[in-house]
């Protein structure tokens, strides 16, 4: 019966998690983003950063519980179901031919790279430890300069195209990014107390229960790409609009590697660093 209750706990603390994500946290980051007038890259960027939350807490929280391999599952899985559920939005809504943009077969490429370095690290049982910090955060940066390099040589007409539709920055949307950024320190506060009653969950699971923390971590990286789903169909959604389906795959195509390589990179970092700070 305890099992059962430390379970429904896992599940209604991750399920809000993702939820106060999808419905609040990933809306108000789109409202600030048009709001200051951004490029489809920078707003899949921002999408990115905010869709990496989820990850954020559940690693972090893991990691400080002392669960870190729970956390490299997590990165794991989460990669590859971003990747699955980007290239079914993609297939869906029938943008299948733009995949054959250079700068996004550079990015997708990069995405793959995303899933094999942590199948790596899980077949070489390669430990966790505080050295590799800076080489991730290093393959980082690489992975960004790649991408940025990439869309300023093959989507130099887009992006004219783009800042020739943007709006002038406006009193009215100065106090719209206001609101939206004050909506966002509330709702990081919120997520933050919720993350420490998941992570008593987890403490519990892994070592009353024995609960592996193979099992944890996939689970972990299945409730945390939910809001990835969300993002990737509504920015594609949203530029069909504009009859610009290309903008749309960008901005999903940003969105899905922003959120890779800060799970893998920083995210499993900061982990990394919990973890030997608290227990050697």
């Known amino acids: ?10 599940i209604f603390f ?15 980051l789109r409202n600030l983003a048009e709001n ?8 899949g960027n921002v999408a990115g950063i905010a869709t990496s939350i989820p990850e954020l807490l559940t690693i972090g929280v893991s990691s400080f519980n002392g669960l870190i391999s729970a956390s490299i599952y997590n990165v794991l899985s989460s990669n590859i179901i971003n990747f699955i559920q980007y290239y079914v939005s993609i297939i869906l809504n029938k943008n299948k031919k733009i995949l054959r943009n250079k700068a996004i077969k550079v990015d997708i490429i990069l995405v793959i790279f995303t899933i094999i370095l942590p199948v790596i690290f899980i077949l070489i049982k390669s430990e966790l430890k505080i050295s590799m910090v800076p080489i991730l955060v290093l393959l980082y940066f690489g992975f960004k300069k790649i991408n940025d390099n990439a869309h300023k040589l093959y989507l130099k007409v887009e992006d004219k195209k783009r800042e020739s539709t943007l709006n002038k920055w406006e009193r009215g949307n100065k106090r719209k990014a206001t609101k939206n950024i004050v909506i966002l320190i509330i709702v990081g506060v919120i997520l933050f107390f919720i993350g420490n009653l998941l992570g008593s ?44 389906n290309l903008l749309g795959v960008i901005e999903a195509t940003n969105n899905l590697l922003m959120s890779n390589i800060l799970n893998l990179f920083i995210i499993q970092s900061i982990g990394i660093l919990i973890f030997v700070l608290l227990y050697g």
């Open 36 to 43: 200051l007038s951004l490029k489809p890259k920078t707003i």
């Open 201 to 244: 969950t987890l403490q519990n699971l892994c070592n009353r229960f024995n609960i592996p923390e193979i099992v944890i971590g996939v689970a972990l990286g299945i409730v945390t790409s939910l809001p990835e789903l969300i993002t990737f169909f509504e920015s594609q959604k949203h530029y069909k609009k504009t009859e610009n």
């Open 14 to 28: 991750s399920g809000l998690i993702v939820l106060i994500s999808e419905k609040i946290l990933v809306k108000t």
């Open 1 to 10: 019966m305890e099992l059962l209750f430390e379970i429904i706990q896992f």
